[in-house]
């Protein structure tokens, strides 16, 4: 077992920092607003730590899960001077490849390893223990730190070199984007025609047009429930990185342009923190 730090108790790594705790690992957790590592401290019978410094001061691993990167920028700036060398940090924030470069840098300098790593399966997948967490590093990194990170995922593949975690993490949101359109759209019609949109799913939803967010969306969507899930501003800053990337590599991005502007009206609707598959709301004009 290991020693390991948590830097960044939201959503996902309050759960997260769970699931090492629980595998046995010693972790000590830090998060910028105090009150949140107190509470992940007496819920999880865990150490909460009350500077990054404090956090990540002889342990193996240090993971980090925050907003975006000017976040996690400035969160590795205190994180690796306090850090043992030899050690491997972990960003689990969605960013850009360009930052992950950064960090990684910044980290062999210093003579540690990083990893970006990029999760997939929202709040669900991060209670459940159930992510998918695509990396990007070197292999002799991803080798040692898979067996901690397992300890919450499904899934966990090395696909490159640093930066290759958030470009395989691009392309995932792309494939949603798309997606939720697609689905609003769908259940939009269903219901305008007067089906059950429960009963639709039964009966196409082992079939082509299955997919995740029909499995987990459509029944919520049918009822105008978004209050939970994964953040229209998180999913605009995430196509923000996306329409940015696909700019220098030359691409068109048509339908990610259009959905992004849609994001958009949905933020103006009042919706920023609903779940992406609010679409809906905005194609009913509610
Ligand atoms: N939620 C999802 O379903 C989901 C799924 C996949 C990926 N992600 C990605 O995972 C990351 C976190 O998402 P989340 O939903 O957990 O977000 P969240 O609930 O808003 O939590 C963000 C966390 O980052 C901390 N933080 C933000 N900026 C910071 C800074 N400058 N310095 C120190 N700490 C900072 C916050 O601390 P405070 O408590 O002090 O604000 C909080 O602990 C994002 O990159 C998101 O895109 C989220």
Known sequence: ?????????????????GHLL?????VCVWNRTSNVSEK???????????????????ADYVMMCVGQDADVLAVAERAIPAMASGAILVDHTTASDGCAKQVGAQCAAADMGFLDAPISGGEAGAVNG????????K?????????VIDAYAK?????????????????????????????????????AAGLDMDEVVGAIGKGAAQSWQMDNRASTMARGEYEFGFAVDWMRKDLGIVLETAKKLGLDMPVTELVDGYYADVQEMGGS???????LARLKGE
Request: charged letters at 15%; glycine letters at 14%; one cysteine or more.
């Open 1 to 17: 077992m290991s020693k390991v730090a948590f830097l960044g108790l939201g959503v996902m790594g309050y759960p997260i920092a």
């Open 155 to 191: 899934a966990v593949k090395l696909m490159g070199p640093v930066g290759a975690g958030q470009l395989t993490k691009m392309v995932n949101q792309i494939c949603i984007a798309g997606m939720l359109q697609g689905l609003s759209e769908a259940v939009n019609f269903a219901q």
């Open 22 to 26: 629980k595998a046995g690992h010693e």
């Open 273 to 279: 923190r609903w779940d992406t598959s609010s679409l």
């Open 40 to 58: 992940w401290g007496k819920e999880f019978s865990g150490e909460a730590c009350t500077s990054i410094e404090d956090a990540v001061s002889g």
């Open 130 to 137: 159930q992510l998918t967490v695509m990396c990007g590093g």
């Open 139 to 147: 292999q002799a990194h991803f080798d040692k730190a898979v067996s």
